[in-house]
């Protein structure tokens, strides 16, 4: 079975810093992974997704993510932090690309220290 | 706004009742998934229905059922409620053309005493 495991479940950076979190994905065959950010009282909005089109993958908000087959890592980074990326993000796998049965990772609160 | 709706926003009700969570996909959107994220669970994939018929189940207890209406609004009911189904249960829903998306809803939280 395919599962993600996300590295740090809370990520403090500063404003204008890199931000960077880890996920690693676990999978026999090679997975479709995905990006997804939660905000505060808020349903899950899609971030970046990899589909194994291209490694180096950019979302919305500036936020990029880079599949390493090698590293069986997907992680997400942003050069320059902004105080509204503050939110729960979520890494996620799924096997079957068109069958959106996702399996999500634990989640990972990033706070934006002014 | 994912255009997917669910009610009630929050419920509140009490041990060994029963309740019914409601959720209208984003028009066009033929699969409903249904979530329950917990913070000790984090998300679990409790159950898709694809046009009416179920596609996929995960966690799902057997005191929880949900279905799928030809109008593809969807419900999930909890029974005999217990402490531990405190959560926020989401519904998301995507457009099945392989694009990978779900749109989620906002989620309907239940508190259980």
Partial sequence: AQSVTQLGSHVSVSEGALVLLRCNYSSSVPPYLFWYVQYPNQGLQLLLKYTSAATLVKGINGFEAEFKKSETSFHLTKPSAHMSDAAEYFCAVTLNFGNEKLTFGTGTRLTIIP | ?113
């Fill in chain 2, 1 to 113: 706004d994912s255009g997917v709706t669910q009610t009630p926003k929050h419920l509140i009700t009490a041990t060994g009742q029963r309740v019914t969570l409601r959720c209208s996909p984003r028009s066009g959107d033929l699969s409903v998934y249904w979530y329950q994220q917990s913070l000790d669970q984090g998300l679990q994939f409790l159950i898709q229905y694809y046009n009416g018929e179920e596609r996929a189940k995960g966690n799902i207890l057997e005191r929880f059922s949900a279905q799928q209406f030809p109008d593809l609004h969807s419900e999930l009911n909890l029974s005999s409620l217990e402490l531990g189904d405190s959560a926020l249960y989401f519904c998301a829903s995507s457009r099945a053309s392989n694009t990978g998306e779900l749109f989620f809803g906002e989620g309907s939280r239940l508190t259980v005493l």
